[in-house]
């Protein structure tokens, strides 16, 4: 039987993390779940140990990227699947990412979220993401910033080292695209936490948008 291992990137997240990792260890299919602690200040990492996930500490942060990057010298999995810390126990929603890849449908599966509950930004980062895909022929992308993945070993490797902060997600589903991976995108139930219309939100997404611009412009310098 074919090896799970789940990975979750986090950062400041003593209030979900436990409940996260709870959801996931619910998964039949999962043997390993490793939390890459990235430079939290607060019991991020103390928590995810007692609810029985190994962990790898870093310092100073490294961002989402750099953390996923971490992690890889650790991972001899079959199947590797990266989850948000924030998903609380509808990380339990995983299943329906890893069963794709188990069987065979799919390299790459990618989890769709149901619209969000109340208003974010007006769609300028996850458009610009759409339309990049679109162009490395996934027309109907509906989560081109999805960071809850599900792959196969050899999908990984061909989509690594990750590129740094936001734009990870983005540069993973290029690169499994233009070497010809079957990716998919899974319609699952999972939340998050939402950023709003307010300054914290702004500039989240700002940061956003300015991460994926230069996930583009690496990409495409790459290519010349």
Not at 28 to 42: A, F
């Amino acid at each position: 039987m074919p090896n799970v291992t789940v990975v979750v990137p986090a950062y400041n997240e003593e209030k979900r993390i436990v409940s996260t990792i709870e959801a996931i260890r619910d998964i039949p299919l999962v043997d390993q779940i490793i939390v890459v602690n990235d430079g939290s200040s607060d019991n991020t990492s103390t928590l995810a140990r007692k609810a029985g996930a190994e962990v790898i500490d870093l310092q100073p942060n490294r961002g989402k990227g750099g953390a996923m990057n971490a992690v890889l010298p650790r991972l001899n999995a079959d199947v590797i699947v990266f989850l948000d810390a924030d998903l609380g126990y509808s990380a339990g929603e995983a299943a329906k990412l890893i069963e794709p890849v188990l069987t065979g449908s799919c390299d790459l599966a990618i989890a769709a979220f149901p619209p969000p509950s109340k208003k974010g930004g007006f769609g300028l980062v996850k458009g610009t993401a759409a339309r990049a895909l679109r162009r490395a022929g996934m027309s109907d992308s509906t989560a081109p910033l999805s960071g809850q993945r599900a792959m196969t070993a050899a999908a990984l490797k061909a989509v690594t080292p990750f590129h740094e902060a936001y734009g990870v997600e983005l540069g993973m589903t290029i690169r499994a695209l233009e070497q010809g991976l079957r990716v998919l995108e899974i319609p699952t139930t999972m939340t998050h936490n939402e950023t709003g219309r307010d300054l914290q939100g702004f500039l989240h997404r700002g940061r956003q948008f300015l991460n994926v611009l230069q996930v583009l412009r690496e990409m495409r310098r790459v290519k010349r």
